[in-house]
């Protein structure tokens, strides 16, 4: 294939086959678009380090949401991203120049792991020879087919995403091996008021949500911190939102109804990758299905969560022996139906009754979590 001919749209898409790592190991800069959240950063590390290890000999970069790309920090054999900061329809001026960019990159492979039209067009805007692609969730999105020079097609909705993006790979000849190669700064922990020797001795909670539906209302967010306080003193209480006004707000509604004044309360003040840290000391983390979930699910941490049933819930819902509860009704200020005592003795099952915190050398993470295959209940983990 020419360059010419590799720039053309194409209305038949050619799906990839198992030689294409071979075909394209002349390739010495490749970069990845990952679109999502900080969860989805999560799940594409397998994908990452596949793409990786096929093309040892290639600069790697990653095209990322940019709210979180102090993430790659964690991830030394990264060498380089660049950040992406909107998701509307059609194209912002940001995203011009991001093409503009691209095009300068001389990138020779793009890998489009989402197959969203945004990733389709600035992967066909860089240039690049190879350009491989998922196809789309939707169908009538056209970028997936015209502009992506291979196609890798696996099912949505079935497998946890990280294992979607690795099936896929497989399909063009990558490792399918899921391994999480992680290194937190020696100084993560800088600033937090927490130390290595803090490990195992709090409990971590997100309590927000990016809205409101999605999360705990605040009387039963109120009820399940008072009952963690009461029934494990030994755990200390550590909270943490982000910066934005709404979820200041809440926090600060939330701690003013509390009997007791919680160990540590990071109002938007922790970086990804501090918040790695936290997190990764915890003895226990609850949260609605946000960014720092999987984060502790990645690190090994045991959880407590809650969801809104989604079509794509089980792309993200952690199994066993994690626990998870997911609620199909909700209203304006949160989920319908929730019952913190249910919660309460989710973390009893995963904490246990020991009067004494765990020692640091039982809180060292996995090197791989749990696979979060076989969920499909309304109450997970049990």
């Known amino acids: 294939m020419t360059q010419a001919?590799?720039?053309r749209p194409v209305f038949r898409?050619?799906?990839?086959?198992?030689?294409?790592?071979?075909?394209?190991?002349?390739?010495?800069?490749?970069?990845?678009?990952?679109y999502g959240?900080?969860?989805?950063?999560?799940?594409?590390?397998?994908?990452?380090?596949?793409?990786?290890?096929?093309?040892?000999?290639?600069r790697l970069e990653v095209l990322a949401n940019g709210r979180y790309t102090a993430f790659f920090e964690l991830l030394p054999w990264i060498d380089g991203h660049l950040a992406y900061h909107t998701r509307q329809a059609g194209l912002t001026w940001s995203e011009w120049q991001l093409l503009h960019r691209l095009r300068r990159a001389g990138y020779e492979l793009t890998i489009n792991l989402t197959g969203n039209n945004h990733g389709c067009l600035l992967a066909w805007a860089s240039g690049a020879r190879w350009r491989l692609g998922r196809r789309a969730y939707y169908d009538r999105k056209i970028g997936?087919?015209?502009?992506?020079t291979e196609v890798m097609d696996f099912r949505y909705e079935r497998e946890p995403m990280y294992r979607q993006w690795l099936e896929c790979l497989a399909q063009a000849g990558f490792s399918g091996t899921a391994e999480f190669p992680l290194e937190l700064p020696a100084q993560a922990l800088a600033g937090t008021g927490v130390t290595a020797a803090d490990a195992g001795s709090y409990v971590h909670v997100s309590p927000c949500k990016s809205f409101d539906a999605g999360q705990l209302k605040p009387v039963h967010m109120v009820e399940l911190l008072e009952g963690l306080h009461a029934r494990w003193p030994q755990y200390r209480l550590v909270l943490s939102v982000s910066d934005s006004p709404r979820e200041?707000?809440?926090i600060d509604a939330i701690l003013a109804r509390l009997s007791f004044v919680p160990w540590r309360v990071y109002r938007g003040t922790l970086d990804v990758v501090r918040l790695c840290a936290v997190i990764r000391g915890a003895a226990l983390h609850?949260?609605?299905?946000?960014?720092?979930l999987h984060l502790a699910w990645m690190f090994g941490v045991p959880t407590v969560s809650w969801f809104l049933s989604r079509f794509d819930?089980?792309?993200?819902?952690?199994?066993p022996p994690h626990r998870a509860f997911v609620f199909a009704r909700h209203a304006a200020d949160g989920l319908e139906g929730v019952d913190?005592?249910?919660?309460?003795a989710a973390a009893e099952e995963l904490l246990g009754t020991r009067a004494a915190a765990p020692e640091l050398a039982q809180r060292i993470p996995r090197a791989r979590p749990a696979s979060l295959d076989g969920a499909g209940a309304a109450a997970y983990g049990s």
């Open 5 to 7: 001919e590799s720039l």
């Open 286 to 292: 609850l949260s609605p299905d946000t960014g720092p």
């Open 13 to 34: 898409y050619r799906r990839v086959t198992p030689d294409f790592v071979q075909r394209t190991q002349a390739a010495r800069k490749v970069l990845v678009i990952l």
């Open 248 to 250: 200041l707000a809440q």
């Open 313 to 319: 819930t089980l792309e993200y819902l952690p199994s």
């Open 144 to 148: 997936w087919r015209w502009l992506q």
């Open 340 to 344: 913190p005592q249910a919660l309460l």
């Open 37 to 58: 959240g900080l969860g989805d950063l999560v799940h594409g590390v397998p994908a990452l380090w596949s793409i990786r290890r096929a093309y040892p000999q290639a």
